[in-house]
């Protein structure tokens, strides 16, 4: 009847070796980038074996992958809701990035311009966004272009933040830079009108 607990316990201290390598992982990729960080490195940092890193992942670029999962999509609910749902997301999001960028988001950050595993996990993650607000913009033949742009606009403003450490984005309230922001992401977002009188047809 005891078999059992010990098999539970087994799984539960897998379980914790694991996320404890994923932890090491997150920060090294996040402080060191891609290519610096070592699975070496990481062993130590969770205080195991190499080879025990190898055996739980398979290989440094599916220890990167599972390190830079994001759970919760950025950005959250309101992305496909029209343009003022979309701005609305994103700010939120930018807020939550600019208090403290959680170590999955950083490392692929930090890594993606340098290495194509990072690249890809980042294209793959904001790839998803723009097709949200997108399918939730009006059908205008750029409307995946005004999406893209959206999205990359607050990519580039915590990157500034984050990684650069722009002083003018630094020493700015989150709310005061998300409130500049605002009009620029509607200004994206939202189709111009026609001027009055232009036949479109």
Do not use: C, W
């Not at 997301?89 to 170590?103: F, R, T, W, Y």
């Not at 993650?125 to 913009?137: S, V, Y």
């Not at 450490?165 to 020493?171: A, S, W």
């Amino acid at each position: 009847m005891n078999e059992p607990a010990r098999s539970t316990s087994r799984a539960e201290r897998r379980r914790g070796t694991e996320e404890r390598i994923l932890g090491a992982a997150r920060d090294l990729f996040a402080r060191h980038g891609y290519e610096r960080a070592t699975i070496r490195a990481v062993a130590a940092a969770a205080g195991v074996d190499p080879a025990l890193v190898m055996q739980y992942f398979g290989s440094k670029a599916a220890l990167f992958a599972r390190a830079a999962e994001v759970r919760v999509p950025e950005g959250g609910a309101g992305l496909g809701e029209g343009p003022d749902g979309a701005v609305t997301a994103l700010l939120a999001s930018l807020g939550v990035k600019l208090d403290g960028l959680p170590a999955t988001s950083l490392a692929t950050l930090r890594s993606m311009l340098t290495h194509p595993d990072a690249a890809e996990h980042a294209r793959t993650t904001l790839g998803r966004q723009i097709d949200e607000i997108a399918a939730g913009l009006p059908a205008t033949p750029d409307a995946r272009a005004r999406a893209a742009l959206a999205v990359t606009t607050v990519v580039g403003a915590t990157i500034g933040h984050q990684l650069l450490g722009l002083p003018d984005l630094r020493d700015t309230a989150v709310e005061h830079l998300t409130d500049l922001l605002r009009p620029a992401l509607h200004a994206l977002l939202e189709p111009a009108e026609p001027p009055k009188g232009e036949d479109l047809s």
